[in-house]
């Protein structure tokens, strides 16, 4: 996962040159204008800059470029990708999109999550509460308001967050082998991943501390089952649901080719319920606080981040 900040005065939306030019993955590249589409920094029939000049922004080859063109074409926030013209941001991909807000129609977690959580970033006192199998989805996420707090965009006096995650010494029900045991292999390999994410998210956000003056504070709970959803609460006021739904795919680890049975929580289908959006909406919000509260203070443990 990366961990780079982009200055927004070397990384503006127009394709000016950069005189910091991060190197990156095509997918990196594509969770940055992701990013840029979903927050309203590039609009819907805005042409986005040259191929040529988004590989010197980002210091990739082109060819880095057209695979990163081509994620976001399939995710139907570009249109008329080609080698010829600059891509053109689709019709209805902002954050006006249905209002922008909770009450939008579900859209796949590594959509949807940014433009909400940099929502939540604009508030005085930042409160984010996330249940998940890892934390890879919400460091991706706050990656956008981190460059804007950066930036002078963005000031939180205070940040809080919290996240509960299964713990290291239970038997995950995904990943999990479709058939033949494994030996452990999946087990360290998610658990490699889900401290990984969790350490980058926490040094990013602590990190604040020295270079902002923010109060952050960042805690993990274990959990001892596999969670079946995800669920992420923001501000106290907004509650994002989404179901990991499984697949039986082919993976390698290690050397060793796998089958197993996992899902792709990235891609997972993201609910929005908010408060003052009607009775049902708030009344959800409501009661995913109390539940993640209730699993905080009862069945969860404390959880280190250590191989």
Not at 10 to 16: D, E, P
Not at 75 to 82: M, N, Y
Not at 132 to 160: F, M, N, Y
Request: glycine content about 8%; overall charge positive; charged content about 20%.
């Amino acid at each position: 996962m990366y961990c780079f900040r982009v200055d927004p005065e070397h990384a503006s939306a127009n394709g000016r040159k950069s005189s910091q030019r991060p190197r990156t993955s095509h997918r990196e590249v594509a969770d940055v204008l992701r990013t840029r589409i979903t927050s309203g920094v590039l609009r819907p029939g805005q042409r986005l800059p040259t191929q040529a000049e988004l590989a010197d922004e980002f210091g990739v080859e082109r060819a880095a470029v057209r695979q990163a063109l081509s994620i976001l074409r399939s995710e139907r926030l570009l249109a008329d990708v080609s080698r010829g013209r600059p891509a053109t941001v689709a019709p209805g991909s902002g954050p006006d999109r249905d209002g922008g807000g909770p009450a939008a129609p579900p859209r796949p977690t590594m959509v949807g999550l940014a433009p909400r959580v940099a929502d939540a970033f604009a508030a005085p006192h930042v409160e984010i509460d996330a249940l998940c199998l890892t934390s890879v989805s919400l460091t991706l996420a706050v990656g956008e308001p981190l460059r804007q707090i950066h930036a002078g965009l963005l000031k939180p006096a205070k940040i809080d967050v919290r996240l509960l995650l299964p713990g290291r010494n239970i038997e995950l029900a995904f990943p999990a082998p479709a058939g033949v045991p494994d030996g452990g292999l999946l087990h360290r390999s998610w658990l490699a991943q889900r401290n990984a994410q969790g350490q980058v998210l926490r040094n990013n956000l602590l990190a604040l501390r020295t270079t902002h003056g923010i109060d952050v504070h960042v805690s993990f709970r274990a959990l001892p089952f596999t969670p079946p959803v995800k669920l992420y609460l923001l501000n106290r006021a907004e509650a994002l649901f989404a179901y990991y739904t499984l697949t039986r795919r082919e993976r390698e680890i290690e050397h060793e080719h796998l089958t197993l049975y996992d899902s792709d929580g990235t891609r997972s289908m993201l609910f929005g319920f908010g408060q003052g959006a009607g009775r049902r909406d708030s009344t959800f919000v409501e009661q995913s606080r109390l539940w993640f509260d209730a699993l905080w203070g009862t069945i969860s443990s404390e959880l280190v981040l250590t191989p």
